[in-house]
């Protein structure tokens, strides 16, 4: 019966810790046997051997190991050269001597001394802890590029009244303005301290109650720096527990000043945007109930006061012609009366067709526009394309925004003739009005036109206008028609 052999405790301690394809590197002991360095083997670590300090370096900086066995002759060196590389930061030096020069292995800086000639139990434990040490280094290495990138400060801290802070990263320097060594243990200052007064209470509270729940607690508060300025920071966190009764607090700390800023402009915004809204409306609410008051005063004229004087004019035309026997002074004078009534009467018909013409309601905008041109002081050129009845709020702004436009032609522009053009394109009506007269309108406030900007963009539209000495005017308006609710 073949027995089953257990590898030496040693080996089978070293490969538990070596894992697989780590090495590690000689540099300067070709003094000693090979034979010494069979339990690394064994326990499948490789053996690199490095022809000189630089090529021991590159060996670790490629990875190829991470423990380096040294004799004491090139230790300072080689030393030199591991500490100056930050990416180093965890290689393991063990420096081999004999025992009359240990104390200059250690002051060369190693990590760890081992007198030759040495047990192979020695080595496996050397090789071993300094292992072990180099991947505690690595992982804190990670740990702290970890925390250094973290956009916050992260912390372990006792869960008391001053919340005494056992560790935490520098990044809270750049949040409060004070060292994060300042609240270690609060040596200098607790971290309650920095919490702005009128947000301890509501802290301590979020805190305890999660703590309570155990879970996570997420707050924002506020902090007063150390130049003054109030800044708003998250935490989150989570209790642990110690293992002794006592709880601690694990998390994490970001400046979110930006952030609500960012908010409260956000909200301030909105307000802003519904009142503007607001006004917008009320504008419009505004612009129709003077547009339907017009249609009013119009009906009103053309159903009273302007028929009752059509009826006067045409009984006082039928008196007349029934009396030819009317003296000739006494004619002559009821006529004059007769021509005043009619010419009031035109005023009065002129009146009405400029508050509202009863075309525009009853037949649209192209019929009131083909009206208005005829009547135009001077020749205008009408060019429409409507295939449908728009909101009756769209038409009137564009037929007094024609109209406003053909007065100042008549009245300012010295023009030989005018143009205009309306249109539908898709979900907009476009309005152009020009002339060939001098041009050089002046489109600042208070010119004037500031009516007719109001009235397209009481309907949300836009008017541009473009007027340059001696080359005429033109004006553009752009109206969106609304979708058929």
């Known amino acids: 019966m073949t027995g089953i052999h257990a590898e030496p405790r040693p080996v089978s301690a070293l490969k538990d810790v070596a894992g697989s394809d780590a090495g590690v590197v000689l540099l300067g002991l070709e003094a000693v046997d090979d034979s010494a360095w069979e339990i690394l083997a064994a326990s499948g670590l490789r053996l690199l051997c490095a022809a000189d300090e630089s090529d021991a370096v590159r060996t670790l900086a490629d990875g190829g190991a991470a423990i380096v066995l040294a004799d004491v002759a090139r230790a300072p060196a080689l030393i030199r050269s591991v500490r100056a590389e930050p990416d180093l930061a965890a290689a393991h030096v063990v420096v081999c001597a004999e025992a009359g020069r240990l104390r200059a292995a250690l002051d060369a800086g190693a990590d760890d001394v081992m007198r030759i000639p040495f047990e192979p139990e020695v080595l496996a434990a050397r090789v071993a802890a300094g292992l072990r040490a180099a991947r505690l280094r690595a992982n804190e290495a990670l740990l702290h590029s970890l925390v250094a990138n973290i956009p916050g400060a992260v912390y372990r801290c006792v869960c008391d009244e001053d919340w005494t802070m056992l560790w935490l990263s520098d990044e809270i320097e750049t949040i409060s303005g004070y060292a994060a060594s300042d609240f270690i243990a609060s040596r200098v200052r607790t971290f309650t301290s920095v919490i702005h007064p009128d947000d301890r209470e509501q802290v301590e509270r979020s805190v305890m109650d999660g703590v309570a729940a155990d879970r996570p607690f997420t707050i924002e ?22 293992g002794d009764g006592r709880r601690w607090l694990d998390g994490a700390i970001f400046d979110v000043t930006a952030r609500r800023a960012a908010e409260q402009a956000l909200r301030e915004h909105e307000i802003v945007e519904a009142k503007l809204a607001e006004v917008q409306a009320s ?72 508050l509202h013409p009863a075309v525009l309601t009853d037949r649209g905008l192209e019929h009131a526009l083909v009206a208005l041109s005829r009547r135009a002081p001077v020749p205008v050129e009408l060019t429409t394309a409507l295939p449908e009845r728009l909101p009756i709020a769209v038409e009137s702004a564009a ?26 394109r898709n979900a907009h009506l476009a309005v152009e009005i020009g002339d060939d007269g001098v041009g050089g309108v002046d489109t600042s406030v208070g010119s004037g036109l500031e009516g007719l900007r109001d009235r397209i963009a009481a309907v949300d539209g836009t008017l541009e206008i473009t007027s340059s000495p001696r080359k005429g005017t033109v004006l553009r308006a752009h109206v969106p028609v609304p979708s058929p609710s």
Do not use: M, P
């Open 221 to 242: 508060y506020r902090i007063v720096r150390s130049d003054g300025e109030v800044r708003w920071v998250l935490e989150r966190g989570q209790a642990q527990e110690a």
């Open 283 to 354: 504008r419009a609410r505004i612009l129709d109930a003077a547009d339907r008051a017009r249609r009013e005063i119009e009906r009103n004229l053309h159903d009273g006061a302007q028929q009752r004087l059509v009826t006067v004019a045409l009984r006082l035309q039928l008196w007349l012609t029934a009396n030819r026997d009317v003296a000739d002074d006494a004619r002559a004078d009821l006529e004059d009366l007769l021509g005043e009534l009619r010419t009031g009467l035109s005023e009065l018909r002129d009146l009405a067709h400029g």
């Open 399 to 424: 037929y007094f925004t024609v109209c406003e436009a053909l007065t100042n032609v008549a009245k300012y522009a010295d023009a030989s003739h005018a143009w205009v053009t309306v249109e539908r």
